[in-house]
């Protein structure tokens, strides 16, 4: 079991920068491929960005992709999301996830075993 807290959302306008970071509880911490989604008003949740279990490889959807940097302290336990050049668009509620299974890093863009409850980022134009 692993659970999850998300901080550091809020508003921000065009074109600034925010960090989100994710804390996790348990000792499987450095066993977890770990991740952000988000989900924008209206709209289905999609994948942001997930990173490997030593933090050595990441994968990013296009859409956020040379923006965002996703990374992680094992010895903190914490999971973050540096966002830079935001945009309205990216206004969402954004949720950390975590997953102990073994696949290919591509495919934890699909789904993720454990969620935190989300953080509110707003972009105003």
């Known amino acids: 079991q692993v659970q999850l807290v998300e901080s550091g959302g809020g508003l921000v306008q065009a074109g600034g920068s925010l960090r989100l970071s994710c804390a996790a509880s348990g000792r499987t911490f450095s066993s977890a491929v770990m991740g952000w989604f988000r989900q924008a008003p209206g709209k289905e949740r999609e994948f942001v960005a997930v990173?490997?279990?030593?933090?050595?490889?990441?994968y990013y959807a296009d859409s956020v992709k040379n923006r965002f940097t996703i990374a992680r302290d094992n010895a903190k336990n914490t999971v973050a999301l540096q966002m830079n050049r935001l945009k309205p668009e990216d206004t969402a509620v954004y949720y950390c996830a975590a997953d102990l299974t073994v696949r290919p890093l591509r495919d934890f863009s699909r789904a993720m075993d454990y969620w935190g409850k989300g953080t509110l980022v707003t972009v105003s134009a």
């Open positions: 990173i490997n279990r030593s933090g050595g490889n990441t």
